[in-house]
């Protein structure tokens, strides 16, 4: 039988393979804590795909919340994910707080509501994708204050609005809208014609004001990056990838309900490792 340390590393490695990459840049110890981690975040983002219905994950998600705050019931104990992600919560003191909010957050991605603003689509992605990176430096400083609360930030809303962008085709087949009802209105977006498959002059300046959005948080990222020590640049080395993506989704011919961005499995390898040689040459110049 597989540990739960192997069992996370695989799931991650299956499911999050820009994170499980990223990750094999880390010490042994501090990779089976950010293993664990992000199982564990797989684990809850993927629950609208496994129900049927809002019911069913909203069960599964107050099972988490249970099982972190001590209150869990049934097979809490055999979890291979939640054994990992207490050992790493205990071993690298990391917070119950970001993990609890974390799941609530995700519990937006159960119901077809719209996401209400530009504001509240920031306040989700910085629940999720920048607290995962903000717990990942944790781990990575051995537990102590890694200082990269602010980047962190900026990073995390980078990556996750352009993975939103990445998959509107996917959602917007299954009728669920991630793009804000503030900036549909901006550009005169009827909802129901993004569910439809119908990409208009109108939708796209609406991705367009969102790809700008991204990448205006990418460019904060960069100007904080140097705050960044060397032994934390694996929980943001997946950032490496938003450029490439975004740049991509600047073709004239490009249509955001039609085209899934995706780089070559060996592109993506090479630029986690380019970023790496450059982020550690950068870090020992500045030493």
Known sequence: ???????????????DRDRYLASLFAGDEMRRGLFALFAFNTEVSRVREIVS????????????????????HGDVESHPVLAELRWAM?????????????????????????????????GYTGE?????????????????????????????????VTGLLRALPLHAARRQ???????????????????QGKTTPQLKAAVEELRLYATDHLLRTRSLIGC???KVIPAFLPVCLVEPHLERMRKKNYDPLRDFVELSPLRRQWMLWRAWKQACKSSRHSA
């Open 53 to 72: 219905d809002p019911l069913p994950g909203e069960i599964r998600l107050q099972w988490w919340r249970d099982a972190l705050e001590g209150e869990g």
């Open 1 to 15: 039988m597989k540990s739960a340390a192997d069992h996370c590393q695989s799931f991650v490695r299956e499911s």
């Open 90 to 122: 205990d071993r690298f003191n990391l917070p119950a707080a970001p993990l609890l909010n974390l799941i609530e957050a995700r519990t937006f991605d159960l119901y077809d509501d719209p996401m209400p603003s530009l504001n509240d689509l920031e």
């Open 177 to 195: 809208m991630f793009l804000p009802a503030d900036v549909l209105r901006r550009h005169g977006v009827e909802p129901e014609t993004v569910f």
């Open 128 to 160: 999720t994708s920048s607290a995962l990176i903000q717990l990942a430096s944790i781990v990575l400083t051995n537990g102590e204050d890694p200082g990269t609360g602010e980047v962190a930030g900026h990073a995390g809303i980078a990556y996750a």
């Open 228 to 230: 960044v020590g060397q």
